[in-house]
């Protein structure tokens, strides 16, 4: 077995996935280029203990206060979606990303890169509606800059937002806190934000338009961290690359095999029917309002109950098991009770999905 | 003369500078129409108190503690430049915004854009330039996010980077402490930035090379502050827009004129002929390692004494003084006696020069 492993990664693929000279759209797909990518240029140069956690959002002490900080650039096409904008996503997104380690989201500050020729009356809709979208969350937009690059060098509006919220919990989450025999639970249905963006991109119709799920989910984090405490373990929204994404990183930093069934992940029908057709696997595709918990087994459904009564909640369900297996590995059991492996994208199906 | 300024201001310019409909490059200068931008777009819709003070940094209090934040994104053209690269910039960059308040900078965000094909080897150079530049600062990079565009909706990377400082001091540092009297102390010769960039942009040579000026600036703050105490009533970075479009910002804020004298203010000989040659006024030009202080007049000397002490600030100068006319102005005595205005930029002569 341990010789075949090495046939497989030395002899079939005869130029290593990290070997580029430049940058692939796929280095952005938050599949497995991107993964290796942060490590070997971000992580390898800037090290530190606070970076090499690889959350999505950094857990400061700062004069006896622990706080969270937290980074992410939009460039999303088209700037304009069936159920958002691009906007609207900024400030979901990272106050998705801040309020993951139970922290309340309180400040934005936001950095734009216009194109030469953007419309202002479409970027007073977006920022009018970042405005909006903050308000919503609770949180105060009080730092920005502007930067306009020449026509062709950009594309309308990319927008970077960064957090910080406070952490008045004592709990300790995060992936290091991921036990065996800890429940998955996800949040709600998968891929919507993907289908949505895609399908408005080419062009596609479905019978029932698929929209973006964009939606902070800090009042959802809140209530989850009230509910579980320190049964909560670890959490993440599920944005670029899906769940195969999120699970294939905690399932590599922890070394422990993740098991899914098929049957129990919520999928609408149109978003199902939409994959089908275009040979997309959901689980690897972008959502922007949905998350996963990992929960010790014996609070996990007291968990899921308070996930469900919360409108963003209400078609979550468990979806798997944190194995005893020390392999760093995401298998999923399909409906007719075989096994298959759910990896982390390694192509670029949907660039620029946010 | 109230007639007369009526006149000039509905008769002369048919069509106002801020009803372009589309994004002009200049509204990314740092000069008048990027100010129109800011207030008529961003400031109107994301209304809060701490950005209407429309200082390059946020105050905030979180749970009893007086942090700054901010955001700053390089779009600079070329990436490589004498004296730096765009990573050194962004990080030198943010820190100085955030240390402008008499913050201690402690930690940083970073968001990339690249651009598919961006080389590999080129991206390790730079991240490589941003670890070292964070370790000389102080700072510690502990959180990012990576985007990728396609070929020709970008320009080879794009970094945003946000900041956060702990301010340990109690004084009140901001425009609204300018008082009618107070010095204006800049930390040495201007322009070098800018000048630097445009010859590397345009392929010009001068006897002397031009050096970017780009450097962190905060162990010279925390000296001036250490010096000048409740005397240090605001301090600003000369970024885009150069010292023209700071005191043309204090001034409006404060309605206060200022008054500038021409032959103290520090250039370097090999700029100011620079300038001449090609048209530019150097006091709009770009700084990435400059300040400007505007402290009390009886402690202005000894802070000027502590800043020529650092190397960063050996060649400052008190280069004018806060006017007690209720005019928002800035004006300046040239050598030969006379007085003229000195205005923010309105078109763009240097595009993307950070």
Known sequence: MHEKEEQFQFGSCPIPLNQHETIQLAHGSGGQLMNDLIHDVFINSFKNPILENVEDQATLNISGRRLTFSTDTFVIDPIFFPGGNIGELAV??????????????????????????????????????????????????????????????????????????????????????????????????????????????????????????????NTLVQKIIETGKESVHSMRDLTRGGLASALNEFSQKINLEFQLDEEMIPLKPAVKGACELLGLDPLQLANEGKMVVIAAQDDADKILTAIKQNPLGKDAAIIGTVGENQKSRVIIRTPIGGWRFLDMLVGEPLPRIC
Chains 1, 2 share one sequence.
């Open 92 to 217: 979901n997104g990272t106050v998705n990303d801040v309020c993951m380690s139970g922290a309340t989201p309180l400040f934005l500050s936001t950095g734009m890169i216009l194109e030469e020729g953007f419309s202002i009356s479409d970027l007073k809709k977006i920022v009018d509606s970042m405005a909006k979208t903050a308000d919503k969350c609770g949180v105060k937009i009080v730092t920005g800059d502007t930067k306009v690059v020449n026509r062709g060098k950009g594309d309308k509006i990319y927008i970077n937002t960064s957090g910080i919220g406070l952490i008045e919990h004592s709990y300790d989450i995060g992936m290091h806190s991921i036990k065996p025999g800890d429940k998955i639970i996800v949040s709600g249905t998968l891929a919507d934000h993907g289908i949505a963006v895609l399908s408005k991109r080419e062009g596609l119709t479905f019978q029932t338009e698929i929209k973006s799920d964009t939606a902070a989910l």
